[in-house]
């Protein structure tokens, strides 16, 4: 396989704040050391890692610090991290709308980039008008839009309104139009930025069987993609497949929750959680396995008791109740350990968050206590197809027509 | 990966750095269909939903040309080299217009398009050159006006002649727009970062005007300004464009060739400070 795309120590930095005032000084003060006194620039040495929520010292931040990878032609690799994380930055500095401060981005082959749909509609002009702009800002020839403007028109579902300025178009059919055009592009490398975002369900749906792309919703990072990046603060923290790195990424977004609790008499408190007696969070998805969690109680009456399991979506896969009494204790008081013990869970592998949870009259319904969060890898055999969240071991048996017959018979 | 060898043929590196004097002209030549869009588009948009439609092209020339006539002609009575007044003021107009047009309209152009220059990559000279070429539509619509101004003052009598210099007219036009452009580029590099400049632009132009033998022929200056006037490389261009049309005006291979190396110089410079910036003026704009 060759490498289509080549990044090493790509680096980008951005000034924060006001840019104007003191910038003739500053211009002149980085010119005069980087130029005359051939010092590396005092400015890139200030700069400092993307915190979004911290206040720097310095105006100047790295939105991109050395990250390098490669990728291979055919593949299609999703960038994930928070906001802030670099990931708009490393597109742009891929579709060359800005360039690096540092490194180098080396790329073969036809590069189309979709930043945003419609990019240059001019709002007077007619939809088949702005088709011939659109695409001639993407990079198109006027005879390949001669040629494909019948399939774009009919593509878009918006025929009986091409001839008429697109500023009267509804949003939905503008997005339309203004999809179908970039779903046209012919090239080696596609760069695509949070576009699948738009359209309805139907069209989305038409556009990732058309395009096989990148974008920022989950699911359909899941669903396209092979490979995933995780930036975090300008830097890659995780290169590997999309499934992992979406787990991860979520995980690292929730990080560990420690346990809380709104009851503030603390008559109801839950601890830590531990898996067969230890504190590995680690399960295989084909062996039962038993989850304890510490529980003090003062005096508590008519508790119940909850033991949670979702997924990386935030999704319930587990969600299992019991009243104390049931399990023989009408009344708390003291110290326990509680034990939940599971049959086999044939989840498919990934990373899982695993909680307690508690709530008792005594505490009034709003105060409820959860124990710490904690995020369980689920190891084992996947589903072949990778399409189901479970695979559970099933029996398979084939039988002649008679033999049912003789079964309703018994 | 270490299996690749290093010398392997890529098709574009993207650097912090480019070379500094790289005028991109094959790349731009690639994006030329993306030129005639733009063009297309300022024409159409321009007219779309007025009921005058191109008649607008006519009308602001026109106006100024009766203004300079009577503020000019009339009550300071500036010389006109024995030409009809109209027809002086309108061609300095007319020329003076294309050159002024391309100048602000290029200035601004990093502010007005950085929506798109944000999102998608294209030679970011295409605009620039795209509003030259736009403007030249006009300019053409307005030639139209004076050529049919000058028919109107042959057959009414007016003293004017076309002598051979109007051979020249071609390379006059290709010389206004280099140097409107050239400049039209260093002030819109400028801008992304320095503000200050945008304001400058429009009433810096206006000045310049009364520093170009716009509104009185440069054989009417006073002799001492004369040097100061002709150091303008806008001056020789009029001026031939006046003695080309009408006859009456300084035109020496001395002011011309003047005219045509500092426009040269401009725009070889204008066009690589604008590449210069146009690099990452998205993130300061």
Redesign the interface.
Known sequence: M??AI?VEALSKM??LGQ??TG??SL?MERWFVTRVLRKPDPFLKLAEANHREVKGDSNFVWSLKDVSF?IEKGETVGIIGKNGAGKSTLL????????????????????A?L??VG??F?P??SGR?NI??NG????M??KEIDQKLDEIIDFSGVERYIDT?VKRFSSGMYVRLAFAVAAHLESEILIVDEVLAVGDAEFQKKCLVKMEDISHNMGAILELCKRGLLLEKGQIVRDSDVGTCVASFLERDKHRQPSERSDKNGLLDLGRISINNEYSYQIDNSSPFEVTVHLAAKDIANATLFFIVENAFGQSVVHKRVSSAEIGHSVIDGEFRLHVKIPTLWISPGIYTMYFKTIAPATGWSGRAFSERISVEVTGQAEASGKAFMNPSVTWSMHPEEAKAEALLV | MKTISENEAWDLVIEGHGPLFDLKISEVWSYRDLLLMFVKRDFVSFYKQTVFGPLWFFIQPLFTTIIFTFVFGNLAGLSTDGLPQPLFYMAGITAWNYFADCITKTSTVFKDNSQIFGKVYFPRLILPLSIVTSNLVRFGVQMLLFTGMMAYYAIAGGSFRITWAIVLFPFLVLLMACLGLGLGLMITALTTKYRDLSFLVTFGVQLLMYMTTVIYPLSAAPERYKHLIQLNPMTGIIEAFRFAFLGQGTLTATSLGYSGAVTLAILIGGILIFNKTERSFVDTV
């Open positions: 060759s490498v080549r951005y000034q840019i104007g910038t003739i211009d490669e742009n500095l891929l579709s060359r709308v800005t360039s690096p401060t540092k490194g180098t981005i080396k790329l073969k082959g036809r590069v980039s930043l945003e990019t240059g001019h007077e002009l008008e011939y702009l001639s800002i993407l990079g020839r006027k300025p």
